[in-house]
C-alpha cells in the first residue's frame, strides 16, 4: 500500500477546526472567502461563445410561442437537463415545448441522422441539445436540411470538425473562454437559461422565473456526472444542496430519497451520486431514460413516488445483472494473474452475453479493483461491438482513443467522451486487434508508477480528532467530489475485533495508540482474504457518521487496510 500525504497549512484557515482547515488547504482554499460559496459568485454567463446567439435562437419559443423540441441524453446529466429545460421553458411561459431522449439500444448516443427522422414527425421549429450535439455533425446536417434550428448545449471535448449549428454553447469548444471548463451539460444549460431570463427581463417580458428553484438538478448532474469540481461547480453543488435540505426540492428527487431511505435535511454531496444517480441511470441503462425525466418532471408528490418506486426497482435488477458480469470480469483478471504474474498496463473484456447498459458500471468497478485503464465491451443488436471505457489520472481517455483511430484506421466506427471516461463503437471482426492496440498504447503512456495504487491522504489524525463533531463538519461542510476529494486519513491501528456482515463486508473494531478509545469502523466490500485480521494494521480511511434509530455516532469509513508485521 503506497500512501502519499497532501501537502496542507492550517495557517489561512484559522477559525476553523485545525484538521478542516488543513483538508482545505490541501485542495487549493487560500481564503475563508472561498468557503461561502454564494450564488453572487458564480462565473457571468458572458464570456460563453455563442451565447448571445443562442438566446436569439431560443428568444421566440418564449416570445412568439415557436415550438421547441429538447434532444437529451440518457443519463443523469441528460435526463436532469431535459428536466431542466423543460422545466424552465413552460415558466418562462412558452407552450410548445417537448422532449425526445434516444433510446441506447435503438438509437445509440446524441443527435443522429435517425433521431431527427423521428424529431420531425413534431414539426418542431427548434432543436436544443441537452449534454449532446458536439459530435453530431451528421445529425445537425439532418435537421438543418429540414429547415430546423439547432442550438447545441454541451459540455463534452469538440472533435477537429464542429456541427453547422445556429450556436453551440459549450466551455470546451475552441474559442470559448469560460473559465470553468468543468461544466457538466446541466449547468451549461443553466448559463444559457441566466441569458435567456436576462433577455426576457430586457424586454419587459412579464415572467421572472427563480431558476433557483432547480438547483437541485444542477447539483445532481454535477455530482453524478463525476466532473472536477472547480469553484464554480462547488458553488452550484452546494446551493443545491442548501436547497434539498431546506425541502426546496423536486417531489421527483424528493421520491428518491424517500425510497432510498435517506433524509433531505441530512443529504451530503456523495449521496448525490450514489444514491440518487444510480436510481435515475437505472432507467437508461436498462429501458429507457424517459421515466427517469417524467420522474423529475413530476408535480404531482403520489406520480413521482410511483415514478421513483420503479427505478428503485431497476436498479435493484441492475446491481443484479452488474453483480453477474463483475464475477466473471474478475475470473478473467484472475486468470490473466495466474498466466503473466501480473496484468498489462490496460484491460479490455468482452463476453457475448454481457448487457450493453450496463458496461459503464463494470468498467469503473474494474478499474477500481485493477488499477489500469478499463474497456467493456458488448454486443450491440445491429451487429457491432459497443465499449465503454474508464481511465486512471494522466491518461486521457477520449486522446488515447483518437491517436488510436489515426494509428489503426479502420477500427473505431465512433467514438467521444473525456479525459477519465469514454465510449466507443467498433466491429466485431476487429475485436482483438482492437484489444491489442488498447493495450499497447496504454503500455506507452504509463508508466510503472503510474499503475501503482496510491492513496492520497490528509494524513494521520491524533487521538483528540476522532470526534463525532469534527466528522459531522467533514461530511456537511463542503461538497466533496472529483478533483475535491472526500477527505481521507491513514493511520495504525490494533484490531480488537472484526467480523463479517452482509456476506461481504467487515464490520471492525480498532483501537488506536490509546488503548482506552475504541472506533466502530467498517470495510464495504472489503478484502476478506485478510480475515481473521491479528494485531496490528495499517489502515486508509474516513471520518464517518453512523445513523442508527435515530442516534448518530463516529465511524470509520475503511477505504483499505494492510496487516502489518
Excluded at 54 to 61: E, N, R, S, T, Y
Excluded at 461 to 469: G, R, V
Excluded at 545 to 564: A, D, K, S, T, Y
Amino acid at each position: 500500500m503506497h500512501i502519499v500525504r497532501r501537502s496542507a497549512s492550517a495557517e489561512r484557515l484559522p477559525n476553523l477546526h485545525p484538521v478542516f482547515a488543513r483538508v482545505l488547504s490541501a485542495r487549493g482554499v487560500q481564503s475563508a472567502d472561498e468557503l461561502e460559496n454564494r450564488l453572487a459568485q458564480l462565473l457571468p454567463p458572458d464570456s460563453l461563445k455563442d451565447i448571445e446567439t443562442a438566446v436569439d435562437c431560443l428568444l421566440p419559443v418564449v416570445t412568439e410561442q415557436q415550438s421547441l423540441l429538447v434532444v437529451g441524453d440518457f443519463d443523469v446529466d441528460g435526463a436532469t437537463s431535459t428536466a431542466l429545460a423543460l422545466r424552465a421553458f413552460r415558466a418562462f411561459g412558452a407552450q410548445h415545448v417537448s422532449y425526445l431522449v434516444p433510446n441506447r439500444f435503438e438509437h445509440g448516443y446524441g443527435l443522429s441522422p435517425e433521431l431527427v427522422f423521428l424529431a420531425q414527425e413534431q414539426r418542431p421549429d427548434v432543436l436544443l441539445t441537452v449534454d449532446n450535439g458536439i459530435a453530431a455533425v451528421d445529425g445537425v446536417a439532418a435537421a438543418k436540411a429540414l429547415g430546423i434550428k439547432v442550438v447545441v448545449t454541451d459540455h463534452h471535448l469538440a472533435a477537429e470538425q464542429l456541427p453547422d449549428a445556429d450556436a453551440i454553447v459549450n466551455p470546451n469548444q475552441p474559442g470559448c473562454e469560460f473559465a470553468s471548463k468543468a461544466a457538466c451539460g446541466c449547468a451549461v444549460l443553466f448559463y444559457v437559461l441566466m441569458a435567456l431570463r436576462k433577455r426576457l427581463q430586457a424586454q419587459g417580458w412579464p415572467n421572472d422565473v427563480n431558476l433557483a428553484q432547480w438547483l437541485d438538478l444542477v447539483a445532481l448532474a454535477t455530482v453524478a456526472d463525476v466532473v472536477p469540481l472547480d469553484r464554480n461547480n462547488r458553488i452550484l453543488v452546494e446551493q443545491g444542496l442548501r436547497r434539498i435540505r431546506r425541502g426546496h426540492v423536486q417531489p421527483g428527487i424528493k421520491a428518491l430519497l424517500e425510497v432510498a431511505g435517506r433524509q433531505p435535511q441530512r443529504l451530503a454531496s456523495a449521496d448525490l451520486g450514489f444514491v440518487l444517480g444510480p436510481r435515475i441511470n437505472a432507467a437508461g441503462r436498462l429501458d429507457d431514460i424517459s421515466l427517469g425525466i417524467e420522474c423529475l418532471l413530476s408535480d404531482d408528490a403520489a406520480t413521482a413516488r410511483s415514478l421513483a418506486q420503479q427505478l428503485d426497482e431497476m436498479n435493484r435488477s441492475r446491481r443484479d445483472i452488474e453483480q453477474g458480469m463483475q464475477q466473471e470480469a474478475e475470473r478473467y483478471l484472475a486468470a490473466i494473474d495466474t498466466e503473466s504474474q501480473s496484468l498489462p498496463a490496460g484491460v479490455c473484456l468482452y463476453q457475448s452475453d454481457w448487457h450493453q447498459g450496463v458496461i459503464g458500471i463494470l468498467a469503473s468497478r474494474i478499474k477500481e479493483r485493477a488499477h489500469r485503464p478499463v474497456i467493456i465491451l458488448a454486443d450491440d443488436d445491429s451487429g457491432v461491438l459497443k465499449g465503454s471505457a474508464r481511465s486512471l489520472p494522466g491518461l486521457h481517455m477520449r486522446d488515447l482513443l483518437d491517436e488510436l483511430d489515426k494509428r489503426w484506421p479502420g477500427l473505431l466506427i465512433k467514438f467521444g467522451g473525456h479525459a477519465m471516461a469514454a465510449g466507443m463503437t467498433i466491429k466485431r471482426a476487429g475485436l482483438e486487434t482492437f484489444q491489442q492496440a488498447f493495450v499497447q498504447l496504454c503500455s506507452e503512456h504509463l508508466t510503472e508508477e503510474d499503475l501503482q495504487r496510491v492513496w492520497q491522504s490528509d494524513g494521520e489524525l491524533s487521538a483528540a480528532d476522532f470526534t463525532l463533531e469534527l466528522a459531522q463538519q467533514l461530511r456537511w461542510g463542503m461538497p466533496w467530489g472529483q478533483s475535491f476529494a472526500e477527505p481521507i486519513f491513514d493511520g495504525e491501528f490494533n484490531v480488537v475485533q472484526q467480523r463479517v456482515v452482509g456476506e461481504k463486508h467487515l464490520k471492525l473494531v480498532l483501537a488506536g495508540d490509546n488503548s482506552q478509545q475504541l472506533l466502530d469502523a467498517i470495510w464495504f466490500n472489503g478484502d476478506l482474504t485478510l480475515q481473521p485480521l491479528q494485531g496490528r494494521v495499517k489502515a486508509v480511511f474516513s471520518l464517518d457518521v453512523n445513523e442508527w434509530q435515530g442516534r448518530r455516532q463516529l465511524q470509520l469509513l475503511v477505504r483499505h487496510l494492510q496487516p502489518l508485521g
